[in-house]
């Protein structure tokens, strides 16, 4: 009898703590994908994606002291890693205010999204860069605390409150009504000369920057650091 032992090499598994919100999910999902060098289905990372809708409100529990979403996503890291993640990727911003927590919670390897972000605007010799994110990113200081040391200038919104109507025009699927409320963000940002555009928010990265000018969209950021860890 022939010996039909599997000498094939398997890449490490992703998880992805997805939810936040679904639709931001599915677009990671897709730039993944998309990404992916791949000539054949076997060519593409296994993926285990945990699209829990359910995870309470990030913005409220941190900035009103609602009901934290710590305890979900722990169980979520948990269930992932039972079914054999080896590295672990949170396509949420604003979760990120919890990524010391949750990184300590698994033996898999959770990307940090934010850190990677600034190194890739660092490496593209940018001086300042207009950051479209949640109140509740800036308010706590998520990207503030990560690029402390940077020599790139974050510049936030003059209007924080027309970029969160925009962020939940997008959840209610309102997508038009989204797009005009954020060029005008954008428009205003770019009034104050930044170098270059962050999309600090994964559902912000469904819509369209519609001017000239570099953008760093930290869902594509986190795609690439995907692809790097799964197949190093």
Known sequence: MSD?????QFDR??????????EATVDFMDKLVTATPAEVDQDHIETVVYNDPKIPDRNQAILEGAE???PRLKRNV????????????????????YFEDLAS??????I??????????????????????????????????EFAESPVDLVEPADRDALMSCIYDIKRKNHQQA???????IRQLMEREVSCLIVGCTDLALLEVEFDIPVVDTTSVLVDACIDRTRA
């Open 105 to 110: 919670e698994s033996d898999a390897a959770l």
């Open 112 to 145: 940090n999204m934010i850190s990677r972000t600034r190194e890739v605007i660092e490496e593209m010799g940018i001086e300042s860069a207009g950051l479209l994110a949640t109140e509740t990113v800036m308010e706590a200081g998520v990207y503030d605390d």
């Open 179 to 185: 797009q005009d409320s954020y060029d005008e963000v």
């Open 68 to 70: 934290s979403p710590l």
């Open 13 to 22: 598994v992703l998880g992805v703590l997805g939810g936040m919100g679904p």
């Open 78 to 97: 948990n269930r992932l890693e039972e079914l054999g993640v080896d590295v672990l990727a949170l396509p949420c911003n604003t979760a990120h205010y």
């Open 4 to 8: 039909d032992t599997d000498n094939t």
